[in-house]
């Protein structure tokens, strides 16, 4: 079951970020950020720090638990585990599935929807309950959260459709009400909270399910409900045929709809996120980050990529959305679409983005990549002993490849150039070798996919590998390099078989070559016959030309 965690930031907290320290174009330390199978979960934040809550999934359906984590920066990340324990609640059975955070008047609330996953179970009235929605309260927001009431807060069983009860969102609006959304069925729904936050007013029951739909699509379930200006947004997954005219398939995608009011009328619900055969093949839930006091935002959501090989990584990811949208007035409301990117700082490296490394012989990484950088330095570090390379979890096809190059030892007199650059569409990270052989010719080029890079002789060059080696072409920048500093720009844009390879001027390739070997494949860096340096690691599948 993979399933979304939610992040969402809710203001008035006498919050103190500074925007320049939050503001990305996507997660600096590479997506997923996060490891793992999700519950679908909800954030909120305290004392300048935020917190992530979500439903542990420990291998099988009996989900019991809720753990967090909690970071100042959206960076670096630490795990609070256990804030919640499902055997704490008087009448909760089954797993925990969903939860939604909440913090009002120095309390802090976790609602979760929980499946009981037994027959018989039943109201006094005889009514069988399938799910229901629990309240936990405590002091602290890393718990622990014991029970705030006898019984959950809702329940399947009055529920007008006796449909499912699951995926709970709490919004304060900003009316001062509360409310509580929930999916039922392939609808959403949604109560006042009362001012104890611990119960609700059964007689506001509402169907507030997006109508005016840009294409027919079912609604998977309701991930969040957020108010931005004067409107009101709902995000959420929906299921239909997908638009492109000679689709045989069904797309789950996250989508919004927009309303005046918090129980209002929700309309025109489109796309925001669809699969990507690049990076998630897999979507969970997303919704939507929006820094306090700024306009700073991001669409946040769970997503797992599955290679050809069999190889792949999930996780949660987040990357930037921006938000079309009059703070007040009557103007048009809206989502831009977002772009899903490969970002790496190296200030935190993401083990989950990297595949497979080379190191006297190829090896899946159990180790962080990022533990053969140098102390205290913000770079990757690539040993060129031989041929040193890394690739990681992606499928690209077309994309444009940023990075920055350098730290390599300078050209010795009658010396072998040396070479560092990019790999990209790599269908096969490491051919058959044997890493004892003792002869190297035998382990360069020992894989299936691009090289564009630099010498430290000066030179660009751009090449295929299969085993063998085969140079595409080559050239030399206007200005002369330095690969023993960090100010080399090295870009790739590539689109069907035309290949663009520039060196710190962006207006002017390089290398400009056609070739059709491989059409898409992983990306990665290499280093060969001396070790280099890499930063500002980033890719994406749009292009710019």
Same mark, same amino acid.
């Given at each position: 079951?993979?399933?979304?965690?939610?992040?969402?930031?809710?203001?008035?907290?006498?919050?103190?970020?500074?925007?320049?320290?939050?503001?990305?174009?996507?997660?600096?330390?590479?997506?997923?950020?996060?490891?793992?199978?999700?519950? &679908?979960?909800?954030?909120?934040?305290?004392?300048?720090?935020?917190?992530?809550? &979500?439903?542990?999934?420990?291998?099988?359906?009996?989900?019991?638990?809720?753990?967090?984590?909690?970071?100042?920066?959206?960076?670096?990340?630490?795990?609070?585990?256990?804030?919640?324990?499902?055997?704490?609640?008087?009448?909760?059975?089954?797993?925990?599935?969903?939860?939604?955070?909440?913090?009002?008047?120095?309390?802090?609330?976790?609602?979760?929807?929980?499946?009981?996953?037994?027959?018989?179970?039943?109201?006094?009235?005889?009514?069988?309950?399938?799910?229901?929605? !629990?309240?936990?309260?405590?002091?602290?927001?890393?718990?622990?959260?014991?029970?705030?009431? *006898?019984?959950?807060?809702?329940?399947?069983?009055?529920?007008?459709?006796?449909?499912?009860?699951?995926?709970?969102?709490?919004?304060?609006?900003?009316?001062?009400?509360?409310?509580?959304?929930?999916?039922?069925?392939?609808?959403?729904?949604?109560? %006042?909270?009362?001012?104890?936050?611990?119960?609700?007013?059964?007689?506001?029951?509402?169907?507030?399910?997006?109508?005016?739909?840009?294409?027919?699509?079912?609604?998977? *379930?309701?991930?969040?409900?957020?108010? %931005?200006?004067?409107?009101?947004?709902?995000? !959420?997954?929906?299921?239909?045929? @997908?638009?492109?005219?000679?689709?045989?398939?069904?797309?789950?995608?996250?989508?919004?709809?927009?309303?005046?009011?918090?129980?209002?009328?929700?309309?025109?619900?489109?796309?925001?996120?669809?699969?990507?055969?690049?990076?998630?093949?897999?979507?969970?839930?997303?919704?939507?980050?929006?820094?306090?006091?700024?306009?700073?935002?991001?669409?946040?959501?769970?997503?797992?990529?599955?290679?050809?090989?069999?190889?792949?990584?999930?996780?949660?990811?987040?990357?930037?959305?921006?938000?079309?949208?009059?703070?007040?007035?009557?103007?048009?409301?809206?989502?831009?679409?977002?772009?899903?990117?490969?970002?790496?700082?190296?200030?935190?490296?993401?083990?989950?983005?990297?595949?497979?490394?080379?190191?006297?012989?190829?090896?899946?990484?159990?180790?962080?990549?990022?533990?053969?950088?140098?102390?205290?330095?913000?770079?990757?570090?690539? %040993?060129?002993?031989?041929?040193?390379?890394?690739?990681?979890?992606?499928?690209?096809?077309?994309?444009?490849?940023?990075?920055?190059?350098?730290?390599?030892?300078?050209?010795?007199?009658?010396?072998?150039?040396?070479?560092?650059?990019?790999?990209?569409?790599?269908? *096969?990270?490491?051919?058959?070798?044997?890493?004892?052989?003792?002869?190297?010719?035998?382990?360069? &080029?020992?894989?299936?996919?691009?090289?564009?890079?630099?010498?430290?002789?000066?030179?660009?060059?751009?090449?295929?590998?299969?085993?063998?080696?085969?140079?595409?072409?080559?050239?030399?920048?206007?200005?002369?390099?330095?690969?023993?500093?960090?100010?080399?720009?090295?870009?790739? %844009?590539?689109?069907?078989?035309?290949? @663009?390879?520039?060196?710190?001027?962006?207006?002017?390739?390089?290398?400009?070559?056609?070739?059709?070997?491989?059409?898409?494949?992983?990306?990665?860096?290499?280093?060969?016959?001396?070790?280099?340096?890499?930063?500002?690691?980033?890719?994406?599948?749009?292009?710019?030309?």
């Amino acid at each position: 079951m993979f399933i979304i965690t939610i992040l969402i930031l809710l203001s008035g907290l006498g919050l103190a970020f500074d925007p320049v320290k939050v503001n990305y174009t996507a997660c600096n330390t590479g997506n997923p950020f996060i490891p793992g199978v999700f519950g &679908h979960a909800d954030s909120v934040t305290y004392n300048d720090t935020f917190w992530i809550y &979500h439903a542990n999934f420990p291998g099988n359906t009996s989900n019991s638990v809720i753990d967090a984590y909690s970071s100042t920066d959206l960076v670096d990340w630490k795990s609070q585990p256990m804030v919640l324990n499902l055997s704490d609640f008087s009448g909760a059975r089954g797993s925990i599935a969903s939860v939604s955070a909440v913090t009002i008047n120095n309390h802090y609330y976790l609602y979760f929807s929980t499946t009981t996953n037994t027959s018989g179970d039943s109201n006094p009235n005889g009514s069988a309950i399938s799910s229901a929605i !629990f309240v936990g309260t405590a002091e602290s927001p890393q718990g622990p959260f014991k029970n705030a009431r *006898e019984g959950p807060i809702w329940s399947s069983d009055r529920d007008t459709n006796m449909a499912p009860t699951d995926k709970p969102s709490v919004l304060v609006a900003g009316d001062g009400k509360a409310y509580l959304y929930y999916t039922s069925g392939t609808s959403v729904k949604v109560l %006042h909270l009362q001012d104890d936050m611990i119960n609700v007013d059964a007689a506001s029951l509402k169907d507030v399910t997006p109508v005016n739909l840009d294409v027919p699509m079912t609604i998977v *379930e309701n991930s969040k409900v957020f108010q %931005h200006g004067n409107r009101y947004y709902m995000i !959420f997954k929906g299921s239909g045929r @997908l638009a492109e005219p000679n689709s045989t398939g069904t797309l789950q995608s996250i989508r919004f709809a927009t309303s005046y009011a918090p129980a209002g009328r929700f309309n025109y619900a489109y796309k925001i996120l669809g699969p990507n055969p690049a990076l998630a093949t897999i979507l969970g839930h997303g919704t939507v980050l929006i820094v306090p006091g700024t306009d700073i935002a991001y669409l946040v959501y769970s997503r797992n990529l599955t290679l050809n090989d069999g190889t792949g990584v999930g996780g949660l990811a987040y990357d930037r959305m921006y938000i079309n949208a009059p703070n007040s007035g009557s103007g048009p409301a809206w989502l831009m679409p977002v772009e899903m990117a490969v970002k790496e700082n190296f200030d935190y490296p993401s083990v989950l983005t990297w595949g497979a490394r080379w190191k006297n012989g190829w090896e899946n990484i159990s180790l962080p990549i990022w533990e053969d950088s140098e102390p205290n330095e913000n770079y990757l570090f690539i %040993h060129g002993d031989g041929d040193g390379r890394a690739t990681m979890y992606n499928n690209f096809s077309s994309l444009t490849y940023d990075i920055s190059v350098g730290g390599m030892p300078p050209l010795q007199a009658e010396g072998k150039p040396a070479y560092a650059g990019v790999l990209f569409r790599v269908v *096969e990270p490491a051919l058959n070798q044997n890493p004892t052989d003792p002869d190297r010719s035998h382990w360069e &080029h020992s894989y299936r996919g691009y090289f564009a890079g630099v010498t430290n002789a000066g030179m660009v060059v751009l090449g295929v590998a299969n085993g063998t080696w085969r140079e595409l072409s080559h050239g030399y920048p206007q200005v002369t390099l330095n690969l023993t500093l960090m100010n080399t720009h090295l870009r790739v %844009h590539a689109r069907g078989t035309n290949i @663009l390879v520039y060196v710190n001027d962006m207006d002017k390739p390089v290398i400009d070559a056609v070739d059709d070997t491989y059409s898409s494949g992983r990306t990665g860096v290499r280093a060969w016959l001396a070790p280099a340096r890499f930063d500002n690691l980033e890719i994406t599948g749009q292009l710019d030309w």
